[in-house]
């Protein structure tokens, strides 16, 4: 799904990707953090992690990482129970 | 002391995606254009677009707004957060709404400003550089209250209760936190419109008039409340769910798998913390502004989303609908905590209720679920309540 914004021309794309995407993560003291994700043949440095959240489907509990890098925003998506990443939704100013 | 987080939902969204900064942007829980923002940004409030605006009329406010679908968890991760940080200054903290929790400073040894400005800056550093909030200290919550929204967004206030004649100057009966709608007209029959009027109104007049809300009213207004922080171990008293229709109809056929979703998700939430109930209510709100409501004391105890379902339906049997359905609620009161005896006549359920919950705790909720309720995902989705 594309979504457009703006007034007279559009300002923003927002698209719900949902695709599964190999992440290069480094693992901190408390925190994991992705640093790199390979996604529609390019790499894609992370920026900055701007917010980490969770929830539960059932009992396996699913990690959200929203980042950016220089022009995009990216939510990134971490299912524990499958130790699989995958690019939810891609903004682009 | 209160904290108060600025255009929380919608300043998580910006921490989240640092593309929104700066811009009009609101937050809703559908994005179809007679829905309402839930929440909009501090450049979308400059602009007058308000919470409570329908994405219609923001978009003619400003063309340009970006409005995104609400995500609950994550205010709830945020909310949690900084609720860890307030930990670090006192066990007394009330978290009153998601974005809005009380501290009770009392036995603090350290200046209750430091601590709001180190709140202030943990909760930038640790949530998220975008996330604001109004601090108000006060010697009670009422005053705390006043205090924080003294200053919007990112202030600190400290009030006192002599100078709250002073504050009230300019202000309304109804700006006052804890003064309903209700409140205001009785109050308008006594000639009573202004706080200033209501704090010089003989006490033992009012007290003739309205009794001992009579007094609390006074003494509020006066700064005099000696309230209590409730923590989140305090008792609730009771589960209840609601949902604004993403359709509109006038047939209960067509609304029975509504009430069932909604008192199927209260069920699972009372079941949780242990609680059964002999007490059901169920109101709906209609698109021509009427509504009915109604509650029933039972007899006997319940636990399940199908029994308050069948006691709902039965409430609403009578009811004839003018105009569609806009907005259900369906919830249990009169809670009491679940005992473990056995009962001498246990019924079906008794046994097949803690196995369905434990299906649902392992797969996702309502994984396991009544017939009726395929293929009504996106009746009554996750939601998450804003304001008291």
Redesign the interface.
């Given at each position: 799904m594309k979504v457009q914004?703006?007034?007279e021309r559009p300002?923003?794309m927002w698209e719900i990707i949902n695709q599964r995407v190999q992440v290069e993560v480094l693992f901190g003291l408390n925190q994991a953090q992705p640093q790199r994700f390979t996604w529609q043949g390019r790499e894609i440095t992370v920026k900055?992690v701007?917010?980490?959240?969770?929830?539960?489907?059932?009992?396996a509990k699913v990690y959200?990482f929203?980042v950016?890098d220089d022009t995009?925003?990216f939510?990134l998506q971490l299912e524990t129970d499958k130790l699989a990443w995958t690019l939810v939704e891609v903004?682009s100013? | 002391m209160l904290v108060d987080m600025n255009s929380f939902f919608a300043s998580v969204e910006q921490q989240a995606n640092p593309f929104l900064r700066g811009r009009p942007m609101g937050v809703a829980a559908s994005l179809h254009e007679t829905s309402c923002l839930i929440a909009t940004s501090k450049e979308a409030k400059a602009m007058g677009i308000k919470t409570a605006t329908s994405i219609y009329k923001a978009k003619k406010i400003y063309p340009g707004i970006v409005v995104v679908k609400n995500e609950p968890e994550k205010y709830r991760e945020v909310s949690r957060q900084i609720n860890t940080i307030f930990s670090d200054y006192t066990d007394q903290v009330e978290p009153y709404s998601i974005d809005e929790s009380f501290l009770d400073l009392t036995s603090s040894k350290t200046n209750p400003v430091m601590v709001g400005m180190e709140i202030k800056r943990r909760i930038r550093e640790e949530a998220g550089e975008w996330l604001t909030c109004s601090v108000g200290i006060g010697p009670n919550k009422f005053i705390a209250k006043l205090a924080a929204d003294y200053q919007k967004p990112d202030g600190l206030s400290v009030l006192w209760a002599s100078q709250l004649r002073e504050v009230y100057g300019g202000k309304k009966l109804s700006d006052l936190w804890g003064i309903s709608r209700g409140w205001t007209k009785r109050l308008a029959g006594l000639g009573i419109f202004t706080p200033r009027q209501l704090m010089d109104y003989p006490l033992a007049n009012l007290m003739a008039m309205f009794g001992k809300p009579g007094y609390y009213l006074w003494q509020k207004v006066n700064g005099l409340d000696e309230d209590i922080i409730a923590t989140e171990e305090d008792v609730s008293k009771s589960f209840g769910n609601s949902w604004v229709l993403n359709f509109r109809t006038m047939d209960k056929n067509l609304l029975a798998p509504v009430v069932l979703r909604l008192a199927e998700k209260a069920a699972r939430r009372m079941r949780r913390e242990g609680f059964v109930s002999s007490g059901v209510y169920i109101s709906v709100r209609l698109a021509d502004g009427g509504g009915f409501q109604q509650f029933r004391k039972l007899k006997f105890k319940i636990n399940t989303g199908l029994e308050l379902y069948i006691q709902a339906m039965s409430l609403w049997q009578s009811w004839k609908f003018s105009s569609p359905v806009m907005h259900i609620a369906v919830g249990f009161t009169s809670l009491s905590p679940k005992m473990n005896q056995t009962s001498l006549w246990p019924k079906q359920e008794d046994n097949l209720t803690p196995v369905l919950d434990k299906i649902n705790d392992k797969y996702g909720e309502m994984m396991i679920r009544p017939g009726s309720l395929t293929r009504t995902s996106d009746y009554a989705p996750d939601s998450i309540a804003f304001g008291k």
């Open positions: 914004g703006g007034a300002l923003f900055k701007n917010l980490v959240y969770s929830s539960f489907v059932g009992r959200y929203a950016s995009n925003y939510k903004y100013d | -």
